[in-house]
């Protein structure tokens, strides 16, 4: 993992991120066969609501990664994942929070979408369609371009 930080609407108000605690969150890339892969919106009431992001949420204490991941996906989007493949971490500085997202491609799950916080989702190709893109999600499409065999 890289020590650089995306920060995002930079307030110098809000001090070094040095000082702020770190909240790691897992999500989940979920790539159907094909490439497409899912991207959810954030639902009302939440920071950067209509965003567009990879879901997933906070780790809970001793929680791994994998564990949170399973217990978001089903809480959010109603499906229960096989493996989940540790793929990046990156630090991004939020307004509201300082977070460590630690990103898994999915490529096996079961049970159909349900958008249980009244989210709406999208099944994707780059370049994306849908906008406004979460600023911690633009890097991720980066990365999925980078990987793509021409």
Known sequence: MSDSV????A?????SSKDRPVVDVAVGVLIKPGGKFLLTSRPEGKAY????EFPGG???AGESVE??????LQE??????????????MLVDYPHAFVRLHFCKVFDWSGGLQMNEGQQF?????PV??????????????????????
């Not at 995306?6 to 609407?9: A, F, H, K, P, T």
């Not at 609501?49 to 567009?52: K, R, S």
């Not at 999208?122 to 780059?126: G, V």
């Open 67 to 72: 564990q949170a991941l399973r217990r978001e």
């Open 11 to 15: 307030d110098r108000s809000r001090g």
């Open 58 to 60: 906070k780790l809970e």
């Open 6 to 9: 995306l920060m995002v609407d």
């Open 129 to 150: 369609r849908c906008a406004p893109v979460l600023p911690g999600t633009v890097p991720v499409l980066e990365w999925l371009s980078a990987e793509l065999v021409i």
């Open 122 to 126: 999208t099944w994707e190709h780059l």
């Open 76 to 89: 959010e989007i109603g499906v229960t994942i096989s493996a989940a493949h540790a793929w990046k971490e």
């Open 49 to 52: 609501a209509g965003y567009w």
